[in-house]
Nanobody, 123 residues
Framework: QVQLVESGGGLVQAGDSLRLSCAAS????????MGWFRQAPGKERELVASISGSGSSTYYAYSVKGRFTISRDNAKNTVYLQMNSLKPEDTAVYYC????????????????WGQGTQVTVSS
């Protein structure tokens, strides 16, 4: 059974940092793109960052570019999201997902999803 389990969320103040982790089990995703999505109350789920299977290609949403960094450790089957200079507008549930392709920025191409971890940034 494939599982993606996120951790590292929490309540922080504006300007603080958090590091999210997503541990995969049940299969290896070293050839698959991995992504971090977020969904704020009343808003659609959006792609925040994605990384190719090899880790050589990354994508960032404009709103987080320069503040967030996605990385992966294929030996540990784990993907990370380092979030710096957090803003109140970053408050959301953050989801980890694995795609069917080596690189993807399309939500529809992500087949496996974690349960999410809450990130709350106070002003």
């Amino acid at each position: 059974q494939v599982q993606l389990v996120e951790s590292g969320g929490g309540l922080v103040q504006a300007g603080d940092s958090l590091r999210l982790s997503c541990a995969a089990s049940g299969r290896t995703f070293s050839s698959n793109a991995m992504g971090w999505f977020r969904q704020a109350p009343g808003k659609e789920r959006e792609l925040v960052a994605s990384i190719s299977g090899s880790g050589s290609s990354t994508y960032y949403a404009y709103s987080v570019k320069g503040r967030f960094t996605i990385s992966r450790d294929n030996a540990k089957n784990t993907v990370y999201l380092q979030m710096n200079s957090l803003k109140p507008e970053d408050t959301a549930v953050y989801y980890c997902a694995a795609a069917s392709f080596r690189y993807s920025i399309r939500t529809s191409e992500y087949d496996y999803w974690g349960q999410g971890t809450q990130v709350t940034v106070s002003s």
